[in-house]
């Protein structure tokens, strides 16, 4: 939505989060006499009752549509509608943070004029205003920002797709269909850059009028970014070019080849250098919360992955760090399918195993349906990290990884997973007795 439909309208904020804060900011700075309020359910259970006073309202992510009753906008459609430059958007279940800080770090290390919003670094509205036409906004788009989108990048990024937020989505195709968005809206001139390992993200460049490019760490792209013995390959306009050895990548775990691929084709189309793209591929270790080494403690080694929300996240992480001997898992419960973890979990690395609520439950009903009790790890419930990280001191081997990586969202005892992993350095921290 342009700038100039909200002037002389009534606004209302709905979402006191960081990116309705950013709104509220944005749009009193633009319309000082305006009548602009913000209202979010903590507010009660009614906070919503007077939004027919107002014109329109402005969304945050997470808030269900069915719940506006008047015309509505989000700052992702404000954002997408008066920015300036080129914008490098990035989706999918999961790689989403590590693949668009990637491809940040590769611009500004050009020299480029960039930006890194959406939903990781700064709210979008929060740096609108500083856009001009030769800046580069790397956004990385979650379903919940994508719902509602009428607009895409001119670099679209399609990451791995696979469950999630089914708490929030009605059905697992109304979120496979939010995600598409970053793709309907292109034209001719856009890119789009897919993952072809997975079906439905290779599967969705039916969607996009824009140019194809697929990334791939199993076979051969003719048009995109690949992984081949043992080499990044880029594939374009005809054109093979050998990247970088995979073994001079700093990232830890060959799931992050997919989001490597993904950097290195959009930073490729934005221009990039191969020498500034090599450069941040071996120097960039990862993202904090993120297959995060925390500290050995008497040669036990902690490993902090927070932002593992999904089972397939830890499943990777596990693939990443095959001495891990403890896994703390569990936490919010999305209706996710744990049946992969627990078929993983057969084959006995982890022999603890510490399970918070409410997913702990489920976690270990699916292992107890398909690992004998005699090979079953031993298990803790817990609900506090002190105790979580007391076990875990006390049950894994001096040369072993304990490993925090939840495959379930964090709300009920933790904020968020930021909260949630700096809870689990602080009391790693404790240990040092």
Known sequence: MKLTELKNKKILIVGRGIEGKAAYKYLRKHFKNAVIDIVDQKDGENYLDKQKNYDIVVKSPGVKKELIKIPYTTSTNIFMSNQKGKVIGITGTKGKSTTSTLIYEMLKI????????????????????????RSWTVLELSSFQLQDVKSSPHIAVMLMIGEEHLDYHKTFEEYVGAKRNILRFQNPSDFAVVNRDYPISHESDVFTNGKVFSISRERKCENGCYVGDNIVWMDKDGKKEKIIDVDRIKLLGRHNLENVCAAVCAASLAGVSKKNIIKVLSEFSGLEHRLEFVKDVNGIRFYNDSLATIPQATIEALDALPETETLIAGGHDRGLDYVPLAQYLINGQIKTLILFPTTGKRIWEEICKVVSESTRPEKFDVKTMEQAVRIAYAETQPGKICLLSPASASFGIFKDYKDRGEQFKREVDKLNF
Do not use: E, R, T, V
């Not at 004029?113 to 036409?133: C, H, T, V």
């Open 110 to 133: 050009d020299g480029k004029d960039a930006y890194l919003g959406g939903n990781i670094g700064q709210p979008s509205l929060a740096f609108l205003d500083n856009l001009n036409d």
